[in-house]
């Protein structure tokens, strides 16, 4: 009982994080969750996570920017902020999350968020006719992020309550979120999803035999209900949009077309180097790449050229490192004969891939959103890490 009761931190980090002004309380929260892994360290006996050598490439990385950054005091924070925060809590919930129940509980909170900001944004949305960027429920662009990581946690959450009413529930907060996310008119939100849909359509494949037709025919389904969800989105984002125009020529006017080519020019100049730490470093470097006609470019709008603005190529390596070893990890879960690794594989691959692609459009890789992705990182690996030393510890033994 007293350790379900030492969850409290872990619950509450993971049901307010999306909500903007706590921030307070998600360090209070963090730092004491930290401080509980740490405690109880010995007797969880956490195995190793796989991610050691990555993360250390990251934090060398990263340090050895301040001795060329053009701001050092800024980039010290932001590694504090990005590297230091965030690795504080892919280790609590790494440590912490020894057992289904604890799992459970983790994902609950996180689903009692996701159904309060969700509605609280429709509900605000009925009221004003539009979406309240400055609102308690966050901007479109945070909310887009948030759903792409909540929706693989609550198909986790689905799986591990097999009751009727559990999953009832379950999918009624996935209804609510997939509404939420549809009104937030973030275009990037529908190809993440087909691709996450991709993920869980390659899993059902495997697990239930489908035969290349139903394959097929549920890929085509998906892609062109996708679609549409993006066409829609592009025509609300654009209020002049015409219906019998170019769709592909209407995004590729998109400014950010124009944006990276000079974005790749600058990191070319110093491919080793960079500028410093820390996703604001353009606009204190780099002042002119931002056009005069969009003041919202003050930063590269994609997670790997921001580290290359601020690293150079060795950060856009460890980044995309980051990611592939995230996901090697779980592909390692998908091929397990455990069916719970199997699910836990396919749910981490589903929010790895579709964190790194939401992030190649906007870089939202930090704060809130850098805590949650590895708060959930923490806690699929945890649990499945020692899923998966027990079944090759049965192996042996039989």
Known sequence: MKQYFALLPFCVLLFVLPFPGTVALRLLCLSAAFAIAVMNWKRLAPPPAGMKGVFLLWAVIALASLAYSVDASYSLGEIKNELGYTA??????????????????MLLALAGGALVISAGALLALVRSGTWEQTGWHGGTAAYASYFIMALPAMVMLGYMHPGFKWRCMVALIVLVLVAAAYFCDQRIVWPVLFLQGCVALLFLRKVFRLNAAMTAAIFIILALSLSVALMSAHAKRFVAYDWRSNISGEIMRDDRASFWPRIVERIAERPLAGAGFGRGI???????????????????????????LSMGIPGMVVMVMIFAALALRYRQFWKASDRRLQVLGACGLALVLGVFARNMVNDMFLREGALLFWALNGCFLGYGSRLLARSAHDGVRT
């Open 282 to 308: 353009m606009k204190k470097a780099y002042p002119d790449l931002t056009p005069a006609n969009n003041r919202d470019l003050w930063h590269a709008h994609n997670v790997v050229l921001n580290y290359g």
């Open 88 to 105: 504080m809590a892919f280790v609590a919930f790494f440590v912490f999350s020894d057992d289904q129940k604890k799992l459970k509980w």
